[in-house]
């Protein structure tokens, strides 16, 4: 138990570190990326005026109903791809990547391939 307490607090101050170099705009906003044990969000947010552009969880209804039953790997990959569909209906094709103290790989770098090939640039 007393690992789980110091891996959170951990995570927190990298990313307490991380948004402190990281501002994103309405050109180029900065998105967020947090896991929970059972879920994960992105949020698309403009710092300027502090208020979410989009957001995308395993919890949305359309997304509920495509994941069922599916890896981690490919609800990622769903995630990645409905995300950037999201961003370029609103014209958005640059972006910020607030990693949110977790590190670039696994299941998160998969998340921004998939962004990646759907044309979004980070």
Known sequence: ???????????????????????????????SYYRSLKHVYLQAIDDTKGETLLSLST????????????????????????????????EIKKIVLDRGGYLYHGNLKLLCEEMRKMGIEF
């Open 59 to 90: 919890l949305s209804k359309d997304i509920k109903e495509l994941i069922k039953g599916k890896s981690q790997k490919e609800i990622h990959t769903i995630l990645g791809q409905k995300f950037a569909e999201l961003l370029l209906n609103k």
């Open 1 to 31: 138990m007393i690992k789980d307490i110091k891996r959170k607090e951990k995570r927190k101050i990298r990313h307490i570190r991380i948004r402190k170099k990281i501002k994103g705009n309405s050109e180029k906003p900065r998105v």
